[in-house]
């Protein structure tokens, strides 16, 4: 693969019906490209956490999967509020979620954490009241 693949998604805030469509098309994709299960999961849950995370708190966004020779790079924006203390927000367990997010079984405060964990590199650029800007790798 000389060129890099380019997937595109527009990811529906506050629609939890679909959310997961963009990480379960990119997983249809990676197999298609003969990927290592072992990649396809990785990418696959750091991508589902991050849409659920656009879904909950910043009404959507976009995401991009560009996946080349030496590694597939996953970038996550949106115009949301921002995140006032990332290293706080880094923390397993701690969310803002709201109770009727937390009755629908989201918002465990594992989002950001899982992204870092199954991703080689995460790297947050976020300004509050403009929105968030999540770029993530998994190498080939």
């Known amino acids: 693969m000389s060129e890099p693949l380019v997937f595109h998604f527009d ?35 750091a991508m589902y956490e991050g849409e659920i995370n656009m879904v909950i708190h910043a009404d959507g966004g976009t ?4 996946v080349s020779d030496d590694g597939i790079d996953i970038v996550l924006k949106d115009q949301g509020p921002g995140i006032p203390n990332v290293e706080q927000a880094m923390q397993e367990g701690f969310s803002t979620a709201t ?13 950001l954490p ?21 770029t993530m790798r998994v190498d080939l």
């Open 114 to 134: 899982n992204m870092k964990r199954y991703t080689d590199s995460m790297n947050i650029d976020t300004v509050v009241g403009e929105g968030t800007t999540v």
């Open 11 to 45: 990811v529906d805030g506050e629609n939890f019906t679909s959310a997961g469509q963009a990480s379960t098309q990119v997983k249809k994709n990676l197999r298609q490209l003969g990927l290592s299960p072992e990649i396809i999961r990785r990418v696959s849950i």
């Open 99 to 111: 109770d009727s997010i937390r009755s629908l079984g989201f918002g465990a405060g594992m989002g």
């Open 63 to 66: 995401a991009d999967v560009i």
